[in-house]
């Protein structure tokens, strides 16, 4: 009996922690929404799909402060990127060099809330 009483502690202590130990959400794992209302969905398995960005569809990973887009013709594209919140809000925004104007722009995503 004190065996079996020992077991069933051992159980509850394993499923108590196992319930705790909720795995951590990647807040940006999801979709965001720039002001043209292009959306950019990120995926919890590394895959992304956009109307517009970096060929519709690919996989994404980060190191550090960049997201490192991959398309499916093998194509990269590597994008500084910084995470704001304000006024109950989340923004995505990627840090760019500007092509035509030289320096950095900024491209702000707001995450959608379902």
């Known amino acids: 009996m004190k065996k079996l009483l020992i077991f069933l502690l051992i159980i509850l202590q394993l499923f108590t922690v196992m ?54 013709f093998d194509k990269e594209k590597e994008i500084k990127y910084k995470i704001e919140e304000k006024e109950k809000k989340i923004y995505l925004i ?13 491209t702000k995503f707001v995450k959608e809330i379902k």
């Open 19 to 72: 319930a705790c130990s909720k795995k951590e959400d990647n807040i940006l794992v999801g979709t965001w929404i720039d002001k043209d209302r292009d959306t950019l969905t990120l995926k919890e398995n590394g895959e992304y799909e956009s109307t517009h960005y970096y060929d519709k569809e690919g996989t994404w990973k980060v190191e550090e402060d960049v997201l490192i887009f991959k398309t499916l």
């Open 94 to 106: 990627f840090i760019e060099k500007d092509l035509i104007f030289g320096g950095d722009k900024e």
